[in-house]
């Protein structure tokens, strides 16, 4: 799955946009990791890419402990911290836009996983009342604010925008659109002609912050022009 493209021209202000995830439940549900492997091989890709960013949009004042849902259950849930690990290292900078890609990622662990470990890894369940649901979603993206023609305009921006703006121009655009960096280093590169800029943003990687934290970095960029 690839996304639109985003190549602003010289000059051209930033169009502040959010997502709004509406999920919904797919009657699916598993409490082990045969279970867990069967659902991961036939959901819909965007369910993929819910369960993995789940925890950021979900709590975005939050750190999460691993970076996706996949990974918190199989520790917290099956008590199984190696392969919450194992998950945990999927590079998804290289998915770029192929959520068929990171499936195939998530799949691929838990099997290695399961062929590996000792016979009762298999059949380790979770708590009744704590079974894997797997729900998928829909992105609604809306404008979010005027536009911004400056760094320092887009930073005041982004202060007042709710957190969302920025999981969209940041995780979603890589992930999910595909973009081969965030929103805004592509913006203060190609529209601003800031090279400086655009190298400062375009290392913050994501999924080592919160939601917030990620915001505060960018805001921060932006206002302090290195």
């Not at 400056?150 to 890589?174: C, N």
């Not at 590169?189 to 800029?197: I, K, M, Q, Y």
Request: proline letters at 8%; glycine letters at 6%.
């Amino acid at each position: 799955m690839s996304g639109e493209a985003f190549a602003p021209k010289p000059g051209e202000p930033f169009i502040l946009r959010k997502g709004l995830v509406v999920s919904k439940a797919l009657g699916l549900r598993a409490n082990d990791l045969e279970t867990l492997l069967r659902g991961i091989r036939t959901v819909d890709p965007l369910s993929i890419y819910y369960h993995v960013h789940h925890p950021y949009f979900s709590r975005v004042s939050v750190r999460p402990e691993y970076p996706s849902a996949f990974a918190i259950w199989t520790a917290k849930q099956l008590g199984q911290p190696i392969l919450a690990e194992r998950l945990s290292g999927i590079d998804l900078h290289e998915v770029r836009g192929d959520l068929e890609e990171l499936r195939r990622a998530f799949a691929t662990r838990i099997d290695e996983y399961l062929r590996a470990a000792p016979p009762g890894a298999a059949l380790v369940q979770s708590p009744p009342d704590r079974a894997f649901d797997f729900c998928t979603m829909q992105f609604v993206v809306i404008r979010a604010a005027p536009p911004a023609a400056t760094a320092p305009e887009l930073a005041a921006a982004l202060r007042r925008a709710g957190s969302m703006v920025v999981f969209y121009h940041t995780y979603d655009a890589l992930v999910r659109l595909g973009r081969p960096t965030n929103d805004f280093a592509e913006w203060t590169r190609a529209a601003l002609g800031r090279e400086d800029l655009a190298a400062a943003l375009g290392r913050l990687d994501p999924y080592v912050h919160s939601v917030d934290e990620l915001r505060s970095r960018v805001i921060a960029i932006l206002e302090g022009g290195v």
